[in-house]
């Protein structure tokens, strides 16, 4: 599975962004998907996770104002991101795994996408 992550900038606190996930290869439906981000000096972490019913996680920081959505027949995977803070500023990753079921956890993906920025100023 090869994954195009896009749709990153700089928004002001606040503000809101969509960031897409274009996934090629094998079939899209049999993979779980998930978002997590990485900020400068910390560790990756997860964000948000959709099986491949549409069943979704989102991690407690991010709750209600982030929400992770799929469409498997255009085999691309979204994170609306709304009322946006300087602490969500990151590199924000979209990954696949081996499963249907999501993993709350960056350890359960066998596939990653490069990467795309997100900068909030205050």
């Known amino acids: 599975v090869q994954l195009q992550a896009s749709g990153g900038g700089l928004v002001q606190a606040g503000g809101s962004l969509r960031l897409s996930c274009a996934a090629s290869g094998r079939a899209f439906s049999d993979h779980a998907m998930g978002w997590f981000r990485q900020a400068p000096g910390k560790e990756r972490e997860f964000v948000a996770a959709?099986?491949?019913?549409?069943?979704?996680r989102h991690a407690d920081p991010v709750k209600g104002r982030f929400t992770i959505s799929r469409d498997n027949d255009k085999k691309m995977v979204f994170l609306q991101m709304n009322s946006l803070k300087p602490e969500d500023t990151a590199v924000y990753y979209c990954a696949a795994r081996d499963s249907r079921s999501y993993y709350p956890d960056s350890n359960g993906y066998e596939y990653w996408g490069q990467g795309t920025q997100v900068t909030v100023s205050s």
């Open positions: 959709i099986s491949w019913t549409a069943i979704t």
